[in-house]
């Protein structure tokens, strides 16, 4: 099992910026992709980010404001988060698709969550 731990969220005011961070440790032999997404009270959970091998992808209300980035050394995945703004507003949770040694199956895991709220 992946232990997955996020830091970062908090409370900003509109226009404001936040970084949240996401560590991933365990018995991974290899990871196949990260990935950011968030939950706002009353909605389903959505897709902000998510970063794989050469590539990266982001929801549409997010693109030129949020950056997914990833150290693959130390399995970690981040998501700077600029020009926030209230519709922001949501639980974030961190996510995992990786795969362990001797195994064939791909695995997915998630983080706790990390408050996020934009207000002024």
């Known amino acids: 099992q992946v232990h997955l731990v996020e830091s970062g969220g908090g409370s900003v005011q509109p226009g404001g910026s936040l970084r949240l961070s996401c560590a991933a440790s365990?018995?991974?032999?290899?990871?196949?992709?990260m990935g950011w997404y968030r939950q706002a009270p009353g909605k389903e959970r959505e897709l902000v980010a998510l970063?794989?091998?050469?590539?990266?992808n982001y929801a549409d209300s997010v693109k030129g404001r949020f950056t997914i980035s990833r150290d693959n050394a130390e399995n970690t995945v981040y998501l700077q988060m600029n020009s926030l703004k209230p519709e922001d507003t949501a639980v974030y949770y961190c996510?995992?698709?990786?795969?362990?040694?001797?195994?064939?199956?791909?695995?997915?895991?998630w983080g706790q969550g990390t408050q996020v709220t934009v207000s002024s």
């Open positions: 996510n995992v698709l990786y795969r362990r040694r001797g195994d064939v199956r791909s695995y997915n895991d």
């Open positions: 970063i794989s091998e050469g590539s990266t």
């Open positions: 365990g018995t991974i032999f290899s990871i196949n992709a």
